[in-house]
């Protein structure tokens, strides 16, 4: 079994910064990638940052310049750094992985719970 536990979302002022965690866990032979989506009422998951292990970290274009996405030391730990949030930043913010299990045949992506983050003043 494999998990994505996520932490950090809450409300904020416009300008603010929030900082969101997500940890993966369980029998994982190969991680590939971890990013984060966020989805706001009525829309598609949409894509944030997403970071590839050993190489580069893609950013939404709403994202860049604002948004830092990064790994962890471990490598099974993403972060991401939200400043100067605007209220179109208000969605719930889901961590994702790409991965191979022990034993898997197969990659697969795997979510997170999502965590909400509001920018309101």
């Known amino acids: 079994q494999v998990q994505l536990v996520e932490s950090g979302g809450g409300s904020v002022q416009p300008g603010g910064s929030l900082r969101l965690s997500c940890g993966v866990s369980?029998?994982?032979?190969?991680?590939?990638?971890m990013g984060w989506y966020r989805q706001a009422p009525g829309n598609q998951r949409e894509l944030v940052a997403r970071?590839?292990?050993?190489?580069?970290?893609d950013y939404a274009e709403s994202a860049k310049g604002r948004f830092t996405c990064s790994l962890g030391n471990a490598k099974n730990t993403v972060y991401l750094q939200m400043d100067s949030l605007k209220p179109e930043d208000t969605a719930v913010y889901y961590c994702n992985a790409l991965l191979l299990t022990t034993g898997g045949a197969s990659w697969n992506t795997y979510w997170g719970q999502g965590t909400q983050v509001t920018v309101s003043s």
């Open positions: 970071s590839i292990i050993g190489g580069t970290t």
């Open positions: 369980g029998s994982i032979f190969r991680l590939a990638e």
